[in-house]
């Protein structure tokens, strides 16, 4: 895309639309808004980089792939998606996909069932990174992790994960047995092992954390898992649950044990 | 209050002025919006409840302990902060703040260094009550525990915690040592003790958790505590820090064990 002057009105319209769900579904581009999320696009994919849009004024504070293009404050408020945009955006494809069938690189499958909150999702895509993981597993349904609010709650993590984009829950967990997964547990709010106690918990399983609303969607054949709660309250957020499990793998020793 | 017939000028405008920091400040009133945080309200403080507004349509799935008002569509949307409002708003007064110098209810002191955003600060509440604490001590800076955002992302944690209100970090440290807090630990991104290792973390200690731009301030004869991250990442959210290191608590037996 060349756009020397400003933005061409394909680009503005490409923006809009991919704010949308109907704008993103095929489209094999992204956008992401904020410093934070910004650099980490433009340093672990440069290559995926189309344009970096800047606010008259704002400074770019780490290098950038392409020559930014500099917009007015009117004109850049027009696109950006929050009111208080910290002054840049960038464009850019999609990584592509993991294929299902291709053997896994974490000893355990973390695995969202519809997680549709855009600020849980990024949360625990940002946690999966900071824990050492490489790849997150997505059932149908889980929220696009490419919507610009979740690269930014995500602060661009998932522009370092690996994606896999699965089928319904029966169906992912399938393919995950099939890569030697021996164990699918699923995180339940009042019984099934203790998240502290259970033994193999990290071993060639499929820990499994679901929709907000319904939790997560029935399996044949799989466990439940249960983070303790002492204290008077209904049930944990889900990222907390994520934290809370994805933690207590580092405590174990997390890579260093395997 | 009585607002058979509908709200009144001045109802309208508190609830209006409710909405914004500089409302709040000095009001003995907060308001809460959503199911979940409305039925905390009203099943934790129902002494406190002023009001009970629903839109036209609603039905109301818990016990009132006053009357509820009904408003047609249009004069709810106009009161309601937030787009999707799930059609019920609370008005309550707030719960009176605790002394600092009333003897500790838990083993440790859980403290919170001026976090500012609504949702981490909120979702800290809500996992502080999971855990089983009883209270939680905030630094001058804070954000304010009953704005109706830190109240929907808490679901009315906050109604049940007592909330202490300290000056800045020295001064609030000093309140706590009186009351017999033998250790004060800054969560430090990159150095200190590691939270799964550190012996006495939880006995008569206080916990420090700091703000989300620039950590937690400085403060005299403290300890570092840090949560190891092995994988990629800068740093971790202040929500998703304390929630490590509130599961470590219960991971060590939590109340059990004192």
Known sequence: ??????????????????????????????????????????????????????????????????????????????????????GILVLSRRPEPVPLDQPMADPFALVLDRVGDPGNFGTILRTARAVGLHEVWLTRGTADPFSDKVVRSASGAQFFLKIRYGGDLTELAADLRKLGVKTCYRTLPASGGNVFLEPDLFDRSAIILGCEATGVAELENSRGLNIPMPGDAESLNVAQAATVILFEYVRRGGQALY
């Open 1 to 86: 895309m060349s756009e020397s002057g400003g933005l061409t009105r394909r680009t503005e319209s490409l923006l809009r639309a991919l704010r949308t769900r109907h704008g993103r579904r095929d489209s094999e581009y992204c956008f992401c808004d904020g410093l934070r999320a910004s650099r980490e696009v433009v340093t672990l994919a440069p290559g995926l980089v189309e344009l970096v849009i800047l606010r008259e004024g704002t400074a770019l504070p780490f290098p950038s792939p392409v020559e930014p293009v500099i917009l007015p404050q009117s004109e850049f408020d027009r696109i950006a998606p929050t009111v208080h945009s910290q």
